[in-house]
């Protein structure tokens, strides 16, 4: 079975820093584009950004509202992506979820880690 | 607000038939496929329709999507009570360089 469990998450002042790491499992992970989703409580999902395969460049996408503060990264020898977030707001508050795909649809997603920005 | 948008909720009795709708432009369902995700409490967003109408392995016929210009729906017959859940549609939208989801429509089976 498809598996992606993510950890990481916690309770952040803002303009603090938190990295968030995605383990797969049960699917060739080098081949997947992996991208990260987040929902904040009583609002519908929010796509954070992408990264590509490696015969896709490993190349990364981001959503306007994390571009230039959140990193998407990956280590296809450990089965493993990556979410630096820096310069974190009170908005970035949300379960963030790990899923495979991006380029068709997301499938599957895992059970996600909650971020608290919070002063 | 979204840039895809979708009724906050919708309600049916068991057996019934339901359709969600999801508005957008031409940008994202204009231009390219829907899919439906449902997210049952306490668990994760699951892909239910890709590609605007077609179904994973495992969902039941009951649901069908369908997209016409800018507008896609969702439909469900036989509500069961199990078909309780969240319901999000999304899209890439190619303005924004970026996936759109709807704001989800929470289904209340009566």
């Known amino acids: 079975d498809v598996q992606l469990v993510e950890s990481g998450g916690g309770l952040v002042k803002p303009g603090g820093s938190l990295r968030l790491s995605c383990a797969g499992s049960g699917f060739t992970f080098r081949s997947a584009w992996m991208s990260w989703v987040r929902q904040a409580p009583g609002k519908g999902p929010e796509w954070v950004g992408l990264?590509?395969?490696?015969?896709?460049?490993?190349?990364?996408v981001y959503a306007a509202p994390v571009k230039g503060r959140f990193t998407i990264s990956r280590d296809d020898s450990k089965n493993t992506v990556s979410l630096q977030m820096n310069s974190l707001k009170t908005d970035d508050t949300a379960v963030y979820h790990c899923?495979?795909?991006?380029?068709?649809?997301?499938?599957?997603w895992g059970q996600g880690t909650l971020v608290t920005v919070s002063s | 607000q979204s840039v895809v948008t979708q009724p906050p909720s919708a309600s049916g009795t068991p057996g019934q038939r339901v359709t969600i709708s999801c508005s957008g432009s031409s940008s994202n369902i204009g231009s390219d496929t829907v899919n439906w995700y449902r997210r049952l409490p306490g668990t994760a967003p699951k892909l239910l329709i890709y590609n605007n109408n077609e179904r994973p392995s495992g969902v039941p016929d009951r649901f069908s999507g369908s997209k016409s210009g800018t507008s896609a729906s969702l439909a469900i017959s036989g509500l069961q009570s199990e078909d309780e859940a969240d319901y999000y549609c999304a899209a890439w939208d190619d303005s924004l360089n970026g996936w759109v989801f709807g704001g989800g429509t929470k289904l209340t089976v009566l």
């Open positions: 990264i590509r395969s490696k015969s896709d460049g490993w190349t990364t």
């Open positions: 899923t495979t795909g991006g380029q068709f649809w997301f499938d599957p």
